[in-house]
């Protein structure tokens, strides 16, 4: 399935509390779970003012309607083509 990464420009999202971010998982998760094995949220990267999420997904049509339907913003999608880490240079 294809691996996505989600940009969602958040002002703030560095200071969100631990509850808060419990509140928007639990959140996420009840809609994930609602549309299917289809969608799979991986994990999310909180900084200052961004979350960046990694989702496996059908497609960018199944990203974007988990986004409406939780109201999450999504400044952008990209499809990951290819993986590399330090391994890759060996």
């Known amino acids: 399935m ?3 990464i989600i940009e969602r420009e958040i002002p ?4 969100f509390t631990p ?8 959140k996420s998760c009840a809609i994930l ?3 299917g ?9 909180v900084t200052d003012d961004k979350v ?5 997904a059908p497609d ?10 939780g109201e999450f913003p ?3 999608v990209a499809q990951v083509r290819s993986v590399i880490d330090p391994t890759t240079a060996e």
């Open 2 to 4: 294809p691996k996505y």
């Open 12 to 15: 703030g999202a560095g200071s």
């Open 19 to 26: 509850q808060d971010l419990q509140a928007i998982s639990q």
């Open 33 to 35: 779970n609602s549309m």
């Open 37 to 45: 094995p289809s969608i799979q949220w991986l994990e999310s990267y």
């Open 52 to 56: 960046y999420c990694l989702y496996l």
């Open 60 to 69: 960018e049509a199944a990203i974007r309607a988990h986004a409406e339907q």
């Open 74 to 76: 999504v400044t952008r």
